[in-house]
């Protein structure tokens, strides 16, 4: 089984075989006992040890893989209705591949294969270890499902648990937050962790605590369970009593790059002269990678320029820092890009990325060849009508013929990379922006305490915005009903504005080339971020034990038909996009990723702008800024 490079690995490949053998040998209840998972989760049992959440679920080809999966099934739903679950609330089970975020295609799948029960945990848990035992038991006399594992997990928890961000009322928390987060990041120290979040967790809205979210690619160890988080527990009894430690399993934070698939949010419309915010965009010389175009921003000068994430448009040009090697080889080969500033940064007028630009398509080319499949799919669905005597179909044919043709012609390059934050920090306070002027507050007038925000933006030069251009419009498609969105299709998104999430609630809506629209709320808690342990960003940002990062987070709002969670506030390619408040459309941050707990990461634009001015020496004219907006809070909060 291959596995990604720098990924961690519970066991050599050795240890893998011997484990995976053992699976067939476990003859007493008790050896299937002592070989069950012992994560320590409420809402969460199984055989063998199960892989760390969060896990992906994907059904095509399970099944197919036990020849006897018919028989199988059957004596699973036996055993069911002999402990009394077969009919109770949330029942369900099904072979799947339970597949972790560091899986690759050339992986062998049988070692994700499960038998998955979802029930209810609260009120049934009681049944669960008999049942895991007698399955078992039943699975080991059957080569198809002796290697078979098994997970018990919630109902309510398929999805993610629950989660909340903190609200601005409740006050005692967040100093208790405060207080508490130091303690659990010195004792941290020698861990390997992405981020530390504190969100309301639960199965059920009346029940979720205040959870310490932990992101590591170490979540495997079972250290973790064993003595790290019992440790964390121990020492944070005074300044966060009642708090509770979740480990979640993670390799990266941001969602730029590869490995994506094409998105259904393509469609003709992404083929006109004004892109929209959240339109498809990727590298000229890239067929796999895609993300988000968040909007127009316009500089002094005229100057037009779309804006995205630094790590969605770099390649190993723009990766290259100075080195003595890149300095001598800088002349002989103009496909080397060589940041002449000390900080990494992407400035105006870098001469060898003038002679080899780094241009922009929209919609990507991934993405592109993904609409023109569906078209090509449908074209030949038209011809099977038409030669069973559809007449109508030969119309819709010529019409869908035509949309293909001139999408496939179409040219979609939009620009080139202008200037680019690269991999650097700010420190501010927490809410740095004078209200009154939307400038930075000068260190004479900060207050409390002062944090390092990443900063992860680039700007795209329009090569002639009569042929493309960029406009602070949302698209025209209708948010779900079921989020009982404020926002409105087509909304002109033309402002941008500072927040307080410590005195507000703040509603927030993204629009992605991924997942379209989301909906959300500002964590009045940051997020702690340690890039050195993601070999992503690879430390360069420059964070330490002393000095971690942090950044704002968005914590999805569940839809009235999906109380069991509201996911991923932004999914795979949807980096880039900005986030404006949802009633007034009025533009507050630059999404760059996500955290394991499902928070969308940003930047606020003060921050952004502000370092827009000092890379390219030219001041953020449009969108301009709108002062002392103050957000009513329209949704019961906490106490």
């Not at 961690?8 to 893998?16: C, L, W």
Request: proline share 5%; net charge neutral; with cysteine.
């Amino acid at each position: 089984m291959s596995r990604r490079f720098g990924s961690p690995t519970p066991y050599d490949e050795a240890e893998g075989q011997r484990r995976k053998q053992k699976r067939y040998m476990s003859r007493s209840d008790e050896e299937i006992r002592e070989e069950m998972d012992t994560g320590g989760l409420s809402y969460r049992a199984g055989w063998p040890k199960l892989q760390p959440l969060p896990l992906g679920t994907v059904l095509v080809g399970a099944r197919a893989h036990i020849p006897d999966a018919t028989q199988r099934l059957e004596a699973v739903r036996l055993i069911l209705e002999t402990q009394g679950l077969l009919y109770t609330t949330g029942v369900d089970y099904r072979f799947a591949y339970r597949l972790p975020c560091d899986a690759t295609e050339e992986d062998d799948m049988s070692e994700y294969l499960t038998l998955l029960i979802t029930l209810d945990m609260i009120n049934q848990g009681h049944k669960v270890e008999h049942t895991i035992m007698r399955v078992r038991a039943l699975f080991r006399n059957y080569s198809s499902t002796a290697a078979v594992q098994i997970e018990c997990l919630d109902y309510r928890a398929h999805g993610g648990l629950l989660s909340h961000p903190i609200s601005h009322t409740e006050i005692d928390l967040c100093q208790k937050w405060e207080a508490t987060l130091p303690i659990v990041l010195s004792l941290l120290d020698d861990q390997a962790w992405l981020s530390v979040e504190l969100l309301r967790r639960g199965l059920v809205d009346e029940n979720c605590l205040p959870t310490i979210v932990i992101s590591t690619p170490s979540a495997r160890d079972s250290k973790w369970s064993d003595a790290i988080v019992p440790l964390i527990l121990a020492e944070i009894n005074n300044t966060g009593p009642g708090f509770v430690v979740e480990i979640l399993f993670g390799v990266t934070l941001l969602l730029g790059g590869k490995n994506h698939h094409a998105t259904d949010v393509v469609d003709g419309t992404s083929y006109m002269k004004d892109l929209r915010m959240g339109s498809s965009i990727g590298l000229s010389n890239d067929d796999d990678g895609c993300s988000t175009l968040g909007g127009s921003v316009t500089l002094d000068g005229e100057i037009r320029c779309g804006i995205t994430n630094w790590h969605c448009v770099r390649d190993d040009r723009l990766d290259k820092g100075i080195t003595l090697i890149l300095l001598a080889n800088a002349q002989a080969n103009h496909y080397i890009v060589v940041s002449q500033a000390p900080d990494g940064a992407l400035r105006v007028g870098n001469k060898t990325l003038a002679a080899a630009p780094q241009h922009i398509l929209s919609p990507a080319t991934l993405d592109h060849n993904g609409y023109l499949g569906r078209l090509q799919e449908q074209l030949k669905e038209l011809t099977s009508q038409a030669s069973r005597g559809m007449e109508q179909a030969r119309t819709w044919f010529k019409d869908m013929d035509n949309e293909y043709e001139r999408c496939d012609k179409f040219a979609r390059k939009i620009g080139h990379v202008y200037a680019g934050s690269g991999r650097r920090i700010v420190t501010a306070n927490k809410h740095a922006t004078d209200e009154k002027t939307g400038k930075l507050k000068g260190k004479s007038k900060m207050t409390g305490a002062i944090h390092s925000f990443p900063l992860d933006w680039a700007l795209i030069r329009l090569d002639n915005v009569n042929e493309r251009d960029v406009i602070n419009l949302l698209p025209t498609v209708t948010p779900p009903a079921k989020y009982k969105p404020a926002i409105v299709p087509g909304k002109q998104c033309h402002r941008w504005t500072s927040f307080d999430a410590s005195k507000e609630d703040v509603q927030v809506v993204k629009y992605g080339r991924t997942s379209g629209w989301t909906f959300g709320h500002i964590n009045a808690c940051l997020i702690a971020i340690n890039p050195d342990s993601d070999k992503e960003i690879a430390g360069v940002y420059g964070f330490s034990k002393e000095a971690p990062g942090a950044c704002f987070g968005v914590a999805s709002r569940p839809a009235r038909d999906e109380p069991f969670g509201g996911g991923l506030f932004i999914k795979s390619g949807d980096s880039g996009s900005i986030l404006v408040h949802e009633e007034s459309g009025t533009q507050l941050g630059l999404l760059f990723g996500v955290t394991c707990g499902g928070q969308g990461m940003f930047m606020p634009l003060d921050l952004v702008f502000q370092d827009i001015k000092n890379i390219t020496g030219k001041s953020v004219i449009d969108p301009p800024y709108v002062g002392k907006r103050k957000f009513s809070p329209n949704q019961t909060t906490r106490s």
